[in-house]
């Protein structure tokens, strides 16, 4: 009799020993994950006696984030397809070579400090011409000739594993710009699966900025070598159309009855042939201030979906029209030809500080330049 009591009293202790083990593990799962994140280096070459270093960040779900301190350019994103099977979703070189390349097309780079085009590189701040340097059919775009996604970034891990602090400063009179600029960006991966970059920005003189990432996706990782099939929606009921030379023409255009409406979901392929070259104009979001989900892409092969929320106005949609096959040293010997991945690159309209009908690109002392951007990677 007493043998049986003890027993049971046994039994219900490990009982509860075994409910208490469960509970503790599922609150350790859902309120600590960041505290299971995990962030590794390691050596990417030196480039002008300066060490380049890969940071990979991996959250609780395995999904891996692969960025380095050259251009602060992200090398990688591993995410899963509805299969369940592994792929990288971004083009990207096997190498710091491959990133030092001259045709390098701005692979994952942080874009500055003026993203996109200015007309033959001219711009007045407080009546003061200034001349940003050209590299572009007469043109200045994504920075000039050393943009900041050429230069060599000071990276910090930040407690917790998950993120990435990059710091530059950009001299007064750099590629023609005024004022010293001092720029960070964070780079976080969550446990939702987000990829969330966090720019901020001071400078000593008015100045003009647009910052942006430059990623580019293909969400089949590999297996399709275009993304004609790639299903896009945009939160755009307008863009701005562009001369010759891609720069604004300073209307701004409905996109409604025209290749460029992707208010509802619509393969990409459908109409790239109606626009010259493919799609590289930069779309005009119907959102408020602050961060909102404005577009989104879906790669039905693969079942992927990016989701990408941001604070900026505008979205450079550009289809890789320029990718030719050319480019050395890519991660597996890929052949990134013509529309072989796409940008969604969140910005300030391209030629702002020339556009007197576009939001202002001016930074003046004393204030913050803030932008944040959101891809959020899931299945369906
Ligand atoms: C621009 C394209 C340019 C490309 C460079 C994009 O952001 O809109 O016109 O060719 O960057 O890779």
Not at 162 to 182: A, F, R, T, V
């Amino acid at each position: 009799m007493m043998l049986k009591k003890l027993m049971t009293g046994i039994f219900i202790i490990l009982l509860f020993s075994i409910v208490n083990l469960a509970c503790t593990f599922n609150h350790s799962n859902s309120s600590t994950m960041n505290a299971i994140a995990k962030l590794t280096k390691a050596p990417f070459g030196s480039i002008e006696g300066q060490e380049i270093t890969q940071y990979t960040l991996t959250n609780v779900n395995g999904m891996q984030l692969g960025i380095i301190n050259y251009g602060g350019a992200l090398t990688k994103i591993i995410t899963k397809a509805k299969d369940s099977s592994w792929g990288d979703v971004l083009t990207g070189f096997d190498s710091l070579s491959g990133f030092t390349q001259k045709a390098n097309p701005y692979f994952g780079a942080i874009i500055g400090r003026y993203a996109n085009r200015i007309a033959k590189g001219k711009y007045k701040v407080d009546g003061i011409e200034y001349h940003a340097a050209l590299n572009n059919n007469g043109q200045s775009l994504h920075g000039g000739l050393k943009g900041f996604d050429k230069v060599v970034w000071t990276a910090t891990p930040l407690a917790g594993d998950s993120s990435l602090q990059l710091n530059y400063i950009s001299k007064d009179g750099e590629e023609g710009y005024p004022g010293n600029l001092k720029i960070q960006v964070v780079y976080t991966l969550t446990a939702n699966n987000s990829i969330k970059i966090e720019y901020t920005a001071t400078t000593d003189k008015t100045t003009v900025i647009n910052l942006t990432n430059h990623s580019y996706f293909n969400l089949s990782a590999g297996k399709s070598p275009t993304i004609y099939d790639h299903i896009l929606q945009m939160n755009a009921n307008q863009y701005t159309p562009v001369d010759t030379v891609l720069i604004p023409t300073g209307e701004i255009l409905d996109v409604k009855g025209t290749p460029m409406d992707f208010t509802q979901p619509k393969r990409i392929g459908d109409d790239i042939d109606k626009v010259q070259g493919g799609y590289d104009h930069n779309w005009i979001l119907n959102k408020a201030a602050g961060l909102q989900e404005v577009t989104n892409v879906y790669d039905p092969l693969s079942g992927r979906v990016l989701t990408v929320a941001t604070t900026e106005p505008g979205l450079q949609f550009y289809s890789g029209n320029f990718l030719d096959g050319s480019l050395t040293h890519t991660k597996n010997g890929i052949n990134y030809i013509k529309h072989g991945a796409l940008t969604l690159e969140t910005q300030h309209y391209p030629d702002a500080p020339n556009q007197s009908k576009f939001q202002s690109t001016i930074l003046k002392p004393g204030e913050v330049y803030t932008q944040t951007t959101v891809y959020t990677f899931s299945t369906k």
